[in-house]
């Protein structure tokens, strides 16, 4: 048996397929021909096809087990007649692979200009938290003179130049930041300053006065701290007795009554010892005595040419000085202190004349010695027997703006607009407490009727409790949102109220320092605050020219 073929003719072809003879047309013959060429040719290029996908997926499996994604050989399906496209496929699947590193991308070799950015104002911000600038806004502006910055910008305030001059020294090196900071000339100031107080040399009358002032404040001391036993070996329940009373006054506080005092806003109030008066200072420069309840004006003093700051009664108005005498003293913006009675609307006299603004004044509670607060940085004490200034007293670095007496008269504490306390022995002269704490000037303070702790107010919106003892701050209070203008403390001590920018007062417990009650009725900002001795009354001054009389409301 054979398969043989042979052409028979030029248009036949004879086969001979196992001993049979077939005859076919040659066309038919090529036809076959080139089909079963063909049909060899595409099966070769089959299983070549198939095997390359096996190798494929057996090069895809060991990957998969080690964990680790690799690009493998890339396979093109189709025809093999378009080269040039499979090249250039070829040619960026190779340029691609130069690009990676063992087949992973390192994200940390990347570079990325928007987040060295972002780190470098993440470092700025860091470097900014941890300078130590100054906090004397008069050194700021010397700094930012010598970084050639303007020392102040349009609508700028303290806290803002400090915050500006942070940003800056923020962008510069550390080497340049101590230069600037750290220069030994503003080093050498600065310890100067810190570290050392001008006492000035007084008259030969000041001995005198101290060891008056020694007399008298050991007296009282005695008594205060025999009544201070008395109270302790009281039963707790009586304690608790009279704090729930005055809670319950406290919650039932309200608007007795309101008068307009002034023709321009109202500075200062105070009650008399009697509680039965008020005396108001006004920014006319007139100053006025109210009777209370009834709201009406017994006295007007005219004799301030400028703003009067403070008007105050003597510790023994309408109780042991006479008409005719001493009986409350007023300050003004135009350098002057006034001595006035009861009997006239003209001043009694006139203390030595002060070389800028005087903003507050102050009765030693002998009622002897007068205290005044000037702007040239300094306060002073007047013996008010001989009309005469005994003691010129710097100490601050900016002017000074309020001054308050201890209950015992041996110590009195000055705050500034340097943001710092001072409290002064008067028996020896020496500053014996530093009061660092306040971000901005204290406007504000008064000692507690225990003799060792202090209440002080300030244009950062907050007040702060010092402890002579421990002679440092015992308690930060937030108290308002706005700066706090005015504080008054009860005269037993159970509770003091603070008035502020923010057109509010606030109560609080002194056992614990808790808000108790927020008292609204003012429109505008509140200049000042004050409690009657006999605790019945609280007076309230504005900026509306007004005063308002608070009590108990009777059901």
């Known amino acids: 048996m054979r398969r043989s073929w042979s052409i028979s003719s030029k248009d036949e072809i004879e086969i001979d397929y196992f001993g049979t003879i077939y005859v076919l047309p040659s066309y038919l013959m090529r036809r076959i021909y080139f089909l079963t060429t063909a049909i060899r040719f595409f099966k070769i290029i089959w299983i070549d096809q198939t095997l390359s996908i096996c190798e494929t997926l057996n090069r895809m499996g060991e990957a998969q087990q080690s964990n680790v994604p690799t690009v493998t050989q890339k396979v093109h399906f189709g025809s093999l007649a378009n080269e040039e496209t499979v090249h250039k496929l070829q040619a ?17 070799m990347v570079d990325n200009p928007m987040e060295r950015e972002v780190m470098a104002e993440f470092e700025r911000r860091r470097r900014a938290r941890t300078l130590t600038l100054p906090t004397d806004d008069g050194h700021v502006k010397l700094l930012l003179r010598k970084l050639n910055e303007p020392i102040c910008l349009f609508g700028e305030d303290k806290l803002d130049r400090k915050e500006r001059l942070r940003a800056l020294l923020s962008t510069l090196s550390e080497e340049e930041v101590t230069r600037i900071l750290h220069s030994p000339e503003e080093t050498e100031t600065v310890q100067q300053r810190d570290s050392s107080t001008w006492y000035h040399k007084g008259p030969v009358a000041l001995r005198d006065v101290r060891v008056v002032i020694a007399d008298f404040s050991l007296k009282r001391a005695k008594e205060r701290l025999q009544k201070a036993r ?12 009279r704090a729930q009373e005055m809670h319950r ?6 608007v007795y009554g309101s008068q307009v005092a002034d023709v321009r806003p109202v500075s200062y ?16 420069g007139e100053c006025s005595i109210w009777s209370i309840p009834e709201s009406n004006r017994e006295r007007r003093f005219i004799g301030h040419a400028s703003q009067a700051g403070c008007a105050r009664f003597h510790p023994g108005a309408y109780v042991s000085q006479e008409p005719y005498a001493l009986n409350a003293a007023s300050c003004s913006h135009d350098g002057t202190v006034k001595l006035w009675s009861l009997e006239s609307d003209l001043p009694l006299s006139e203390l030595e004349p002060h070389s800028q603004r005087v903003s507050r004044i102050a009765f030693h509670p002998s009622g002897r010695f007068l205290a005044s607060c000037c702007f040239d940085c300094s306060w002073r004490l007047f013996d008010l027997q001989y009309e005469q ?3 010129f007293q710097e100490g601050h670095s900016r002017p000074v703006f309020h001054a308050d007496f201890q209950v015992d008269g041996s110590l009195i504490m000055t705050a500034g607009m340097d ?9 020896t002269g020496r500053c014996i407490m530093f009061l660092e704490g306040h971000q901005k000037e ?25 402890d002579l003892r421990i002679r440092r ?13 005015g504080l008054r403390v009860e005269s037993k001590g159970q509770y003091i109220i603070t008035s502020s920018f923010d057109n509010s007062l606030k109560v609080w417990e002194t056992c614990g320092w808790r808000p108790l009650r927020q008292l609204i009725g003012h429109d505008t900002k509140v200049m000042g605050v004050d409690i009657s001795l006999d605790g019945k009354w609280v007076a309230s001054v504005a900026f509306d020219r007004t005063f308002k009389l608070w009590t108990k409301q009777l059901h």
């Open 230 to 241: 008395d109270e302790s070996t009281r039963a707790t329940n009586d304690a608790a007795v």
């Open 249 to 254: 006054w406290v919650a039932a506080l309200a």
């Open 389 to 391: 200034e005994v003691l």
């Open 419 to 427: 943001c710092y306390g001072r409290v002064w022995d008067l028996r």
């Open 473 to 485: 701050a015992l308690k930060p209070i937030a108290a308002h949102v706005s700066l706090v203008s």
């Open 92 to 108: 960026e699947a190779e340029k691609h692979e130069a690009e990676k590193r063992d087949d992973q991308f390192d994200l940390e």
């Open 269 to 284: 109030c105070e009650f008399s010892p009697d509680s039965k008066h008020l005396i108001t200072s006004g920014w006319s």
């Open 442 to 466: 204290i406007h504000c303070g008064q000692w507690l009727p225990n003799g060792y702790q202090m209440v002080t107010g300030s244009a950062d919106n907050s007040c702060m409790v010092w």
